[in-house]
């Protein structure tokens, strides 16, 4: 069964940082490009970043890019998002998952990040 | 940026009876080189994260009932569920995977009458 378990997440003031993780099981890890969307409250879905399966290559949407670094473990099958100088509008569930094709084919369950003072 | 559009907001439909849902994208996302739309339909849950229901416009992925059917190409496109069943009721998205920044539709909420 195809697991993917995103740690990390809590409570951080405005210019903070937060590293978060992501576990993944049940599949080929180092075959996928893997990816971070977020949710803002009770919003839509937003695309954070994107790694390719060697990690040679790294795709980012612009609000993030200079701030957020992705970054994979193919040996400890993880996937990681550093986030810096946090800002309120950073505030979502983060999910992690796999993509084929530059689709979004698995999900976790998300973490919360809180960006507040 | 390519945006993505959905129409409608909100969707309430009976059980048994047909839901569809419309999205636009800024410009094309028909490949010339494969002539596949670069296309994606999700749908969520209340509590639940995201789940892929259909890739490149049309091709349902593995476990989701035939029910659920994508078309169009270029610029517009149409998930349709033809007999919605109480299961249904979520909140369904349009992504591009055409090129980055990948974007995805605002939405739309799907209800029972």
């Known amino acids: 069964e195809v697991q993917l378990v995103e740690s990390g997440g809590g409570l951080v003031q405005p210019g903070g940082s937060l590293r978060l993780s992501c576990a993944a099981s049940g599949f080929t890890f180092s075959n996928y490009w893997m990816s971070w969307v977020r949710q803002a409250p009770g919003k839509g879905l937003e695309w954070v970043a994107n790694i390719k399966q060697d990690g040679s290559e790294k795709v980012y949407v612009d609000s993030v890019k200079g701030r957020f670094t992705i970054s994979r473990d193919n040996a400890r099958n993880s996937l990681y998002l550093q986030m810096n100088s946090l800002r309120a509008g950073d505030t979502a569930v983060y999910y992690c998952?796999?993509?084929?094709?530059?689709?979004?084919?698995?999900w976790g369950r998300g973490t919360l990040v809180t960006v507040s003072s | 940026d390519i945006v993505m559009t959905q129409s409608p907001d909100s969707l309430t439909v009976s059980l048994g009876e047909r839901a569809t849902i419309n999205c636009k994208s800024s410009q094309s996302v028909l490949s010339s080189s494969d002539n596949k739309n670069y296309l994606g339909w999700y749908q969520q849950k209340p509590g639940q994260p995201p789940r892929m229901l259909i890739a490149?416009?049309?091709t349902r992925e593995s476990g989701v009932p035939d029910r659920f059917s994508g078309s169009g190409s270029g610029t517009d496109f149409t998930l349709t569920i033809s007999s919605l069943q109480a299961e249904d009721v979520a909140v369904y998205y349009c992504q591009q995977s055409y090129s980055a920044p990948l974007t995805f539709g605002g939405g739309t909420k799907v209800e029972i009458k």
């Open positions: 490149w416009a049309s």
């Open positions: 998952a796999g993509s084929w094709g530059w689709y979004f084919n698995f």
